[in-house]
């Protein structure tokens, strides 16, 4: 790490979804940021993965607080579900330069790979580069496509990728190829 991001000593990775709650607010101090944490129970079947939240994100204290979140609603009902039943984080808990995240991208990917193994997700889809480069060592849109198998501390779960909902109002040309990642979802969750 250089002098401008120096590597933080940052709290232990929760033991179970009851701990979240308190980690995160741990985390929050120890990087004095807002930290998001999860949304959810951890008995949702999917669990989303986004990069980060946005600065609004922050401020709001929700993950998809504005645009993105009513796209991501809409994309959610098209395969019948709703927001309130998908489990919901971010693969860096508050917003940053990526630049900054590299320097605990192994704490990110130890923090993610906990909460797989603590939730009840059967599927998981990560909206954007940060989850797949921590989870899969490539960006989304290389990924995206087909089902992944990954590994966390109590077994298996499969993972697709796909577009964040911000850059798919960007680009709405990518519309198409997110809404065959959204049947893919459904057909791994069996709603297909």
Wanted: hydrophobic letters at 40%.
């Amino acid at each position: 790490a250089d002098a401008q991001t120096p590597t933080l000593e940052l709290p232990a990775l929760p033991q179970s979804v009851a701990e979240f709650a308190d980690f995160y607010a741990q985390l929050s101090q120890k990087t004095n940021r807002p930290c998001l944490a999860p949304l959810g129970t951890g008995q949702e079947s999917l669990c989303i993965i986004t990069d980060m939240p946005t600065q609004n994100d922050g401020k709001a204290g929700l993950m998809f607080s504005g645009e993105d979140g009513v796209l991501l609603s809409n994309m959610l009902r098209a395969i019948g579900l709703s927001r309130a039943e998908v489990f919901i984080t971010a693969a860096v808990p508050y917003f940053t330069a990526s630049s900054e995240y590299q320097v605990q991208a192994d704490y990110w990917a130890s923090l993610l790979r906990r909460q797989l193994s603590l939730i009840a997700a059967r599927h998981v889809l990560v909206m954007g580069d940060a989850g797949s480069r921590i989870l899969l060592g490539e960006t989304s849109a290389k990924m995206r496509g087909r089902l992944h198998d990954i590994n966390h501390d109590n077994g298996h779960i499969s993972l697709s990728t796909s577009f964040h909902p911000l850059g798919l109002l960007k680009r709405p040309q990518f519309k198409r190829m997110a809404w065959q990642d959204l049947q893919l979802v459904a057909k791994a969750l069996g709603t297909s």
